[in-house]
């Protein structure tokens, strides 16, 4: 989680007090997106995982959430080739990924408070 590239970014486009709306909107999209992934890979619906894998890893990517991106990426990949043998362990992997990124901003708030 690279907090400090993404408010970089902010502050280039102008928009650098954005951070912690955008920060608030991913700690609170994130549970609703993970249960939407989650219930895809158990319903084994291939276009369901790549869809919500996709919609999750943009707004991971955009914070900079890169490991949690990278996992969410193959578990897009794996819905859009039908291939989910192994979505049941990436799914435990991308929980972990999204929990640790949320304690970390809940941690430590994007303004240093």
Same mark, same amino acid.
């Not at 400090?4 to 954005?18: H, Q, S």
């Not at 549970?31 to 919609?55: G, S, Y």
């Not at 799914?91 to 809940?106: F, G, M, P």
């Given at each position: 989680?690279?907090?400090?590239?993404?408010?970089?970014?902010?502050?280039?486009?102008?928009?650098?007090?954005?951070?912690?709306?955008?920060?608030?909107?991913?700690?609170?999209d /994130?549970?609703?997106?993970? $249960?939407?992934?989650?219930? &895809? %890979?158990?319903?084994?619906? #291939?276009?369901?995982? !790549?869809?919500? +894998?996709? /919609?999750?890893?943009?707004? $991971?990517?955009?914070?900079? &959430? %890169?490991?949690?991106?990278? #996992?969410?990426?193959? !578990?897009?990949? +794996?819905?859009?080739?039908?291939?989910?043998?192994?979505?049941?362990?990436?799914l435990?992997?991308?929980? #972990?990924?999204?929990? !640790?990124?949320?304690?970390?901003?809940?941690?430590?708030?994007?303004?240093?408070?």
């Amino acid at each position: 989680m690279d907090v400090e590239r993404f408010r970089a970014e902010l502050r280039e486009a102008g928009v650098e007090e954005m951070i912690g709306t955008l920060l608030d909107t991913f700690v609170e999209d /994130a549970p609703m997106r993970f $249960a939407a992934l989650e219930q &895809a %890979t158990k319903n084994q619906d #291939a276009k369901a995982v !790549a869809t919500a +894998a996709h /919609a999750f890893k943009s707004g $991971a990517g955009t914070i900079h &959430a %890169t490991s949690l991106a990278a #996992a969410l990426s193959n !578990a897009e990949t +794996a819905g859009r080739t039908g291939q989910l043998e192994s979505n049941a362990e990436l799914l435990e992997q991308i929980r #972990a990924e999204y929990l !640790a990124v949320v304690r970390e901003l809940k941690a430590k708030p994007p303004n240093g408070n």
